[in-house]
């Protein structure tokens, strides 16, 4: 998982793969481990993938005679997925593993449009904070 930042901008992007293990012969047993051992949910419901996020920042000013005015800005996007990895395949039919591999794919792609919501917040706060205008220190 790679991001290059829009040109000049001090953003970071860092993204991490979680993945947690799941066995099975049937479509059916794949889901209930899914919904026994996937991501939690605060409504104590489980997931079978999950994206996270949080956005660190800072700012440096520029002091021109007790006014300040934000000179730099970093921001720092931590992003980790969470999705199921399947340990057994050589165990299921070819039937199953083709199917597996369209849902995995699937549900990555679903995840990696959570992340990319990720990215952008991190952008557009990185902006925000440049954007901020001069006042008394």
């Not at 998982?1 to 860092?14: E, I, K, L, S």
């Not at 991490?16 to 419901?45: F, N, V």
């Not at 920042?57 to 996007?77: F, K, M, N």
Request: glycine share 6%; with cysteine; aromatic share 8%.
């Amino acid at each position: 998982m790679a991001f290059a930042a829009p040109a000049g901008a001090q953003t970071q992007v860092t993204p991490r793969l979680h993945e947690y293990d799941i066995q099975g012969t049937t479509s059916r047993e794949l889901a209930r481990e899914m919904r026994s051992k996937g991501p939690s949910m605060s409504t104590g419901h489980r997931a079978y993938g999950f994206t996270s996020w949080t956005l660190d920042w800072s700012l440096e000013p520029q002091v021109d005679e007790a006014i300040c005015r934000p000179s730099a800005a970093r921001v720092t996007t931590l992003i980790t997925i969470t999705l199921p990895r399947w340990t057994n395949p050589d165990q299921g039919n070819e039937k199953l593993r083709s199917k597996w591999l369209a849902f995995r794919s699937a549900l990555e792609r679903h995840e990696r449009a959570h992340q990319q919501h990720a990215v952008d917040a991190g952008q557009r706060l990185y902006d925000a904070l440049l954007a901020l205008p001069a006042a008394p220190c």
